[in-house]
């Protein structure tokens, strides 16, 4: 198992199945879900809309409890959320009414001494890209400035594992490139763990090391995909575009619409 920083990244998850009690009866959400993550690996997850992948990411970050089975990051069982596990949205989920260094200080340890906040905020504010803006409040951002924040904000805490659900999916399709650009440079920077939700397949190919395909709900994993190219990637190259027809297979083995609509 690899490790980065002699810190165990790991994330195992052990027969993850997820049931809601609805008063119209029970909704089965996720189906025994394995998956091993390498510290420092970069996973994404596909799958269509309603399958289980938030609630996926919720598990793993804490947030929510499994009904059967079981998640282990480097090696301790997760029961609550952690500082060391960052969770991006799809939305910023930003304070309005403070400041760009605000939002980015808001989850800083409180025993972190002023001198070292400081050192802290500055470090983040310039690795997002975001110096000279660290007054300026989020209504005056744009929608990638204030993801980028966010970006920042889940990262103060040095977090072993990041968890992405759809974070670039509000943002228009030149500032997403531009964005998940900014994700590959923080990854290697920090060497933390990643899972992203994404239904862009360009977008999970372009960053990550394996790629899971999940099922319709029930969601379960269907395949998992190794994504053998060197980085930088090029979405036009022949093999990236392989990876793209391999995954649109898996999506819509079993669906009637025509392979050639999506390609
Ligand atoms: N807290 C909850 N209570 C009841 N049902 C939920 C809850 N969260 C999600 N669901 C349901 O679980 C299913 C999967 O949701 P979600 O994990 O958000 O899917 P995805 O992110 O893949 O679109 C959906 O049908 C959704 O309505
Ligand atoms: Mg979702």
Redesign the pocket.
């Known amino acids: 198992m690899a490790e980065h920083n002699g810190e165990d990244k790991s994330v195992d998850i052990r027969g993850v199945s997820k049931i ?1 009690t ?1 008063s119209a009866g029970d ?1 089965p ?1 996720l189906d025994k879900v394995d998956l091993h993550i390498s510290s420092g690996e970069f996973i994404s997850v596909v ?10 990411l ?1 598990i793993i970050s804490g947030l ?1 409890s499994a009904t059967a089975g079981d998640v282990f990051i480097g090696g301790r069982k997760v029961d609550r959320p952690s500082v060391k596990t960052g969770v991006i949205f799809q939305e910023s989920r930003l304070f309005p009414w403070l400041s760009v260094e605000q939002n980015i200080a808001f989850g800083i340890h409180k025993k972190v001494d002023k001198e070292g906040r400081k050192k802290l905020i500055c470090q983040h504010v310039g690795l997002v890209g975001l110096a000279g803006f660290e007054n300026a409040y989020p209504r005056q951002l744009s929608g990638g400035m204030r993801q980028r924040v966010s970006i920042a904000r889940a990262l103060i805490n040095k977090p072993g594992v990041l968890l992405l ?1 759809e974070p670039f999916g509000a943002l228009d399709a030149l500032t997403r490139i531009h964005m998940q650009n900014e994700v590959l440079r923080i990854w290697s920077a920090e060497k933390s763990t990643m899972v992203l ?1 994404t239904h862009d397949v360009d977008e999970a190919i372009f960053l990550s090391d394996r790629i899971v395909v ?1 099922s319709d ?1 029930p ?1 379960y994993i269907k395949n998992v995909l190794d994504v053998d190219i060197s980085r930088p990637r090029d979405r036009s190259s022949v093999p990236f575009m392989e990876i793209r027809k391999k995954i649109y297979t898996h999506f819509f083995a079993e669906s009637a619409l025509s392979l050639e609509y999506y390609l």
């Open positions: 809601f609805l909704l959400v799958g269509s809309s309603g399958c289980g992948k938030s609630t996926f919720r929510e659900d939700v999940m709900r969601g």
